[in-house]
């Protein structure tokens, strides 16, 4: 590994099917241990039913309040600071209950790739 500095390129945020517009900051093969992804949901949008298989993703809310749901608990409501340590094959989904984008990195271990996305809503 090499010592990098990645900026954020704000055009190269695109629509992700889960419902949620997403801007890689840090998602490469040559680092596979890790990835970083800003997530943005608009207001009162709340994102497919999903799991990831391999890979535990944490959230970390950076603005607006939101509701997640994680397996069979009660949805626990969220706002900026709030982490949130999603293990593998646990279903999730997040809702924006504000008026404004709820903006979150999401942390993945190891890094997120398109096929450990599972859609189960």
């Not at 241990?33 to 959230?59: F, P």
Request: include cysteine; aromatic fraction near 6%.
């Amino acid at each position: 590994m090499q010592t990098q500095i990645l900026k954020a390129n704000e055009a190269k945020e695109y629509y992700f099917e889960e419902g949620c517009f997403i801007l890689e900051l840090s998602n490469s093969p040559a680092d596979p241990d890790v990835s970083i992804a800003r997530a943005r949901v608009k207001a009162g949008v709340t994102t497919k039913l999903h799991r990831l298989k391999g890979v535990v993703e944490r959230y970390v809310i950076l603005s607006g309040i939101a509701s997640v749901e994680i397996a069979r608990q009660q949805p626990q409501q969220l706002s900026a600071g709030d982490v949130v340590i999603i293990p593998s094959l646990c279903p999730q989904r997040i809702t924006n209950i504000g008026t404004e984008d709820l903006v979150f990195l999401a942390i993945c271990t190891p890094r997120f790739t398109e096929n450990v996305y599972e859609n189960i809503d």
